[in-house]
C-alpha cells in the first residue's frame, strides 16, 4: 500500500510532518510506503537530521504550497504544483492509495469532492470525529461540518456510513445509532429530525436507538450520533474547549486528555472512493503518525469498499 503525505501542511510543517515519519516508523513493523509530498530541499535537509529510514519513502516534488487562508477552489486551480493538488492527482490516478494533509481544509475538501469519485449512490460525502465517552471508550459523530445543510436522505446514508467506520476501525460490533435531537420522543425536533427518524427506524442496515440529546453525546447511549454539520461543528468545537480549559486549568485527569485531537489523528472524509484523511492546521508529530496509522488501517480493512457495498445492498 502507498499513502501520499502533504508534507508542507499545517502551521509546524514540514519539521512536524518529518517527526512524526519517524514516531510512525518506530511504532510499525510493516509500515507502508510513503509519498513525501512537498519541496524536496527542504525535505531532504530534515530526512537526513531526524534519520527518517529511506527504504519506505519517495520524495514528490512539489514547489507551491496553498497557505490555510487562500481561497480553496481559486488555489487548486492557480498552484497546480502544490502539495495538495499534486497529492490528488496521485491519489486519483492510482499512484496513492489514501492521502492525508494538515493543510488548507477547503482545498482537501474540494480536492476530495473533485479528484477522486464519491462511492456510488452517495449524496454527498461527509466528515466525522470521533468522541471520547466517560466508559473509556469511543463514539462517532458525523456530519460536523462539511453539510451545515442537510436533507433526511443524506443523515440517512451518514449512520449507514459511520456505522461501517465504526465496525472496522472502532472495533464496535453491532454501532448503536442515534439521531441528535432536542427529546428523545418520536415526532420531536425540527422538520429534518422529524423527516429523517422514520427513515433510521426503517433502515435495516444499522441498529438505530432513537432520539438523543446533547446530555447523551459523552455517554455511552448511541456509537454513531448523526446530525447536520452546522449541529455537528458546535458539538466538536465545545468538545475541544473541554481539553483546552483543562489545560489552562493544569487538570491533569485522563479523561479530559481524551479529548487531545492529536490521539486521533485526522478527520477522514467518508463516502468518497478512496481514504482521505484532514488534520488540524496545528497538528504535531502524534497527530502525523496517527493520520499515518488511520489511512494504512482503513486500506487494510479495505474501509470504502465495505461502505460502497452496504450502501448498495437492499
Do not use: W
Not at 497546480?80 to 494538515?102: H, N, Q, T
Not at 487531545?260 to 477522514?268: A, D, L, Q, V
Amino acid at each position: 500500500m502507498t499513502i501520499g503525505i502533504d508534507m508542507m501542511g499545517g502551521d509546524f510543517a514540514p519539521l512536524e510532518a518529518v517527526k512524526g515519519l519517524s514516531l510512525y516508523f518506530a511504532a510499525h513493523s510493516y509500515p507502508a510506503r510513503l509519498l513525501l509530498i512537498g519541496d524536496s530541499d527542504a525535505l531532504e535537509i530534515l530526512l537526513k537530521e531526524h534519520k527518517i529510514p529511506r527504504e519506505q519513502i519517495q520524495i514528490v516534488h512539489a514547489p507551491q504550497v496553498i497557505d490555510m487562508h487562500e481561497h480553496p477552489t481559486r488555489a487548486l486551480k492557480e498552484k497546480p504544483d502544490s502539495s495538495i493538488a499534486v497529492g490528488f492527482r496521485m491519489l486519483a490516478g492510482g499512484e496513492a492509495d489514501a492521502f492525508i494533509s494538515a493543510g488548507n481544509t477547503g482545498a482537501m475538501l474540494v480536492g476530495a469532492l473533485f479528484s477522486i469519485k464519491a462511492l456510488e449512490g452517495v449524496i454527498r460525502p461527509t466528515i466525522s470525529t470521533i468522541i471520547p465517552r466517560m466508559n473509556g471508550s469511543t463514539g462517532l459523530l458525523l456530519d460536523v461540518g462539511l453539510n451545515a445543510d442537510c436533507k433526511p436522505e443524506q443523515l440517512n446514508q451518514f449512520a449507514i456510513m459511520g456505522s461501517v467506520y465504526a465496525q472496522l476501525i472502532l472495533g464496535i460490533e453491532k454501532p448503536k445509532v442515534g439521531l441528535m435531537n432536542v427529546g428523545e420522543e418520536e415526532g420531536k425536533g425540527n422538520l429534518l429530525a422529524q423527516a429523517t427518524y422514520p427513515l433510521l427506524k426503517e433502515n435495516k442496515h444499522i441498529h438505530f436507538v432513537g432520539n438523543i440529546e446533547g446530555r447523551d453525546v459523552l455517554t455511552d447511549k448511541a456509537d454513531v450520533m448523526v446530525c447536520e454539520g452546522f449541529t455537528g461543528n458546535i458539538i466538536l468545537k465545545l468538545a475541544e474547549s473541554l481539553y483546552e480549559i483543562a489545560k489552562v486549568q493544569e487538570i491533569h485527569n485522563p479523561y479530559f486528555d481524551r479529548f487531545n485531537f492529536e490521539i486521533y489523528g485526522g478527520t477522514p472524509v467518508l463516502g468518497v472512493s478512496k481514504p482521505v484523511i484532514i488534520g488540524h492546521g496545528i497538528s504535531g508529530a502524534t497527530a502525523f503518525m496517527n493520520m499515518i496509522h488511520l489511512a494504512q488501517q482503513m486500506i487494510e480493512k479495505d474501509v470504502m469498499n465495505k461502505m460502497r457495498e452496504e450502501l448498495k445492498a437492499d
